[in-house]
């Protein structure tokens, strides 16, 4: 029971430092650096751990289904950390729009293209159907209508799905962030 208490306490100051670092980054204007650091990981590892920092912090109201392919090798060389933030930072996001509500949440880990030289990744999370617009800017928020009290002008409302930090993250990777609603799901790969 003694280290059962440490290690819960481990977990909550761990997700206390994981916010604070994000909300440093999202202060300091989205400086992230162009350089890609590259060392050998193992991403199910990667991805698993930083699951289970929303799992011990949301417990009674997340629920993750993480589907990784057998294709994926166990090593790979790359920049874990930058994964990590991609996936804290649309997690995160996706848990605000959700507010109070118990959400399951699928991320599928998969391989696109696979050389000997470079292996090419999609990442999809899928969740329940966000209704997600978006603004001529690229930024994606949850649409509400109010009436503004001055005037009879419909203004847009809502609540906005951040992902200026995930889009850079994989800009730098040369990827593409792309989001997709049918009538049940919202899917960002």
């Known amino acids: 029971p003694e280290q059962r208490d440490i290690f819960n306490t481990i977990i909550a100051s761990t997700?206390?430092?994981?916010?604070i670092v994000n909300n440093i980054v999202k202060v300091s204007s989205i400086k992230l650096e162009d350089e890609v650091s590259k060392v050998s990981f193992d991403l199910y590892s990667t991805i698993n751990n930083t699951l289970s920092l929303f799992k011990d912090q949301y417990r009674n109201r997340i629920n993750f289904n993480f589907i990784f392919s057998r294709e994926i090798k166990n090593n790979l060389w790359g920049d874990p950390v930058r994964i990590k933030q991609l996936f804290i930072n649309l997690i995160e996001n996706i848990i605000k729009l959700y507010d109070q509500k118990k959400i399951n949440i699928t991320i599928n880990a998969s391989i696109m293209k696979d050389t000997a030289q470079r292996t090419e990744l999609l990442f999809e999370i899928q969740c329940?159907?966000?209704?997600?617009?978006?603004d001529d800017y690229e930024h994606y928020y949850v649409k509400a209508d109010r009436k503004n009290v001055n005037t009879d002008d419909k203004q847009v409302v809502g609540n906005y799905l951040d992902v200026t930090i995930a889009r850079r993250i994989i800009s730098?990777?040369?990827?593409?962030?792309d989001i997709s609603s049918d009538k049940d799901q919202t899917t960002i790969s």
């Open 128 to 134: 329940p159907l966000l209704n997600l617009q978006k």
């Open 15 to 19: 997700n206390n430092l994981v916010n």
């Open 172 to 177: 730098i990777h040369n990827g593409e962030l």
